[in-house]
């Protein structure tokens, strides 16, 4: 067995190999073209940006920003934010053991002794004051009464070891996310950055609405598993200014579905709701913690801490036991005002207008703040539990959030990997085949010929292997197949000096001569 270097990708990290790459650059050149045909330009965006820029768009109480951000370090500025900077490294240091008292109670002192002198050094302006500062404390401290909360219950299960490993985990991930000074986050999603540099560029002054998309990688510190990853991909679109006509949402997701459908993406189901606007979903939200408080006993920590902060959230648990319940919970379909109520109606006319076969969702509600009215979701075969293949919404008055005009919005990202991941599970993978021709050529008067032929064949556009050293026919042979070549040109000294060179094909071993003009024709005809 080969020694396992010392060196591996980062776990949630992970290196694209040939062939499966050829897969990505399919996809994505399919992108390119479907997007360019809804007159979509691509934007290429940062890979950081500053944390405060996703955290006022994306929201505070969202896992995505709350905890889930990589946030990049800065030189601490003064002497205070440097000593709370070496307590907060000591602490996430910390190894805290369920079995080993001392460890919970050295953990628990550190902590509480960083949020009395943070907040000391806050109210004192001597540390990095930011907007929701307060927020962040807020977090550290019910992540800390939260992991005081459980040391009180009694400790018979696995279950409560669970907890008792996410409550550590939860504390050290919300202290991380305390700014002791102005840092930037490598990007959790694109929308935020395309709504700033939309704003950055003026991009208002051009024709609107702008259409816009972007590929690559984002960040997320998300428990890795199946189509789930620290470092992932996503194909994002994002249509900004002009009106808020719904045809304009119907039409960005027939654009997704026409860009699916194209790669043969399998098992597809569409998802659609709207969670109201500004002026009707509070109210709704308000009738939904009224209705959650009275069941609060029955639902999980995390539901309930939602009561609080985010009554909507609880609507997306996966929670096997909170299902009944949330089942009664008022619709939000039935409390949008008139004007939302007309915009949701509308939009499912022009999806059915343009053959978009969805399904309707109340409980679709996004894990980011920015979004109103439209939200949808798809999903594809093969992925398990994180079947989610791409998510988006309307998102009015974001770029007016972060500084700009008021704004009308909405967009979608497509996750990548588990596009391709279920790519892979309907078998519409290219072939294995990643030569054209391998060129079997024999003895030194035969290679000269054999890199003229290969210059030739790939100036035409055939993937090529000719082999640096000679080797004997049938070692040629079996290595041709091993690449999955088509073709094995074979060029000895006869076939070069009778300007006739033989053409195998590897899959039914047939054999045929040619001349050299022949030959280009003949592989050209039969591409
Ligand atoms: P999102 O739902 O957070 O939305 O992400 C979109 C898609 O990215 C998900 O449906 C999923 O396929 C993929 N994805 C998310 N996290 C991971 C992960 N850790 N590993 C693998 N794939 C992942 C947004 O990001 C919004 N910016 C979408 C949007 C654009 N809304 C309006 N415009």
């Known amino acids: 067995m080969a020694k396992k270097s010392k060196f591996q990708a980062i776990k949630g990290t992970r290196d694209l190999l040939p062939p499966e790459t050829a897969l990505w650059n399919r996809v994505e050149q399919t992108a390119h073209e479907v997007f360019a045909t809804f007159g979509f330009g691509e934007i290429r965006l940062p890979i950081f940006e500053s944390t405060e820029l996703f955290a006022r768009a994306v929201g505070l109480e969202t896992d995505i920003v709350g905890k889930e951000m ?6 601490y500025d003064n002497k205070t934010s ?18 080993n008292q001392q460890s919970i109670d ?62 550590v985990y939860d504390c050290k991930e919300y202290l991380g996310h305390i700014l002791l000074e102005g840092t930037n986050a490598l990007r959790p999603e694109a929308t935020a950055s395309v709504c700033r540099a939309y704003i950055e560029h003026n991009l208002q002054q051009l024709p609107q609405p702008v259409r816009l998309y972007y590929l690559g990688p984002m960040f997320r510190r998300e428990r890795p598993q199946k189509g789930r990853y620290l470092q992932f991909y996503q194909i994002g679109a994002e249509v900004l200014g002009g009106s808020d006509a719904p045809a304009i949402d119907a039409e960005v997701i027939e654009m997704v579905m026409v860009f699916f459908d194209k790669l043969e993406l399998q098992g597809l189901q569409l998802e659609v709701n709207s969670i109201g606007c500004r002026d ?56 949008l005002c008139e004007d939302c109520a007309k915009h949701y109606a509308a939009v499912k006319q022009h999806l059915e207008l343009r053959g978009v076969i969805y399904r309707e969702n109340w409980r679709l509600v996004r894990g980011l703040d920015y979004y109103m009215r439209t939200t949808f979701e798809i999903t594809a075969q093969g992925l398990g539990s994180q079947n989610a293949v791409c998510g988006g919404g309307r998102y009015d008055g974001l770029v007016e959030l972060l500084g700009g005009p008021p704004t009308k919005g909405i967009g979608f ?21 990643t030569r054209d021709v391998y060129i079997a050529w024999m003895s030194e008067q035969a290679y000269a010929t054999a890199v003229r032929a290969a210059k030739d064949l790939r100036n035409a556009g055939f993937r090529v292997e000719l082999p640096p050293t000679e080797q004997k026919f049938g070692k040629a042979l079996s290595q041709a197949d091993k690449l999955g070549a088509k073709y094995a040109l074979i060029l000895g000294q006869d076939e070069v000096a009778e300007g006739s060179w033989t053409l195998k094909t590897l899959a039914d071993g047939t054999q045929t001569k040619f001349t050299e003009p022949d030959l280009l024709e003949h592989l050209r005809k039969s591409r």
């Open 70 to 75: 990589f946030i990049l370090d800065r030189e």
């Open 82 to 99: 440097s000593d709370l900077g070496h307590l907060r490294e000591t602490i996430n240091f910390m190894v805290v053991s369920s079995a």
């Open 106 to 167: 050295s953990f628990r002192q550190a902590l509480s002794k960083f949020l009395v002198e943070y907040q000391e050094a806050l109210h004192e302006g001597l540390v990095y004051q930011y907007e929701h500062a307060h927020v962040s404390v807020a977090h550290l401290a019910e992540a800390l009464s939260g992991f005081a909360g459980l040391l009180e219950l009694p400790r018979a299960d696995n279950r409560w070891q669970d907890l008792f490993d996410k409550a």
């Open 280 to 335: 009707c979903r509070p109210r709704y939200v308000e009738l939904l913690r009224t209705e959650l408080l009275k069941v609060k006993d029955q639902l999980g920590p995390d539901s309930q801490r939602r009561i609080e902060t985010n009554p909507l959230r609880v609507l997306d648990s996966k929670l096997e036991s909170e299902q009944p319940i949330i089942a009664t919970l008022p619709h939000i379909a039935d409390h």
């Open 413 to 433: 990202a497509i996750g990548e990997d588990r596009l391709i991941l279920s790519l892979q599970e309907g078998n519409k993978t290219q072939p294995k085949q």
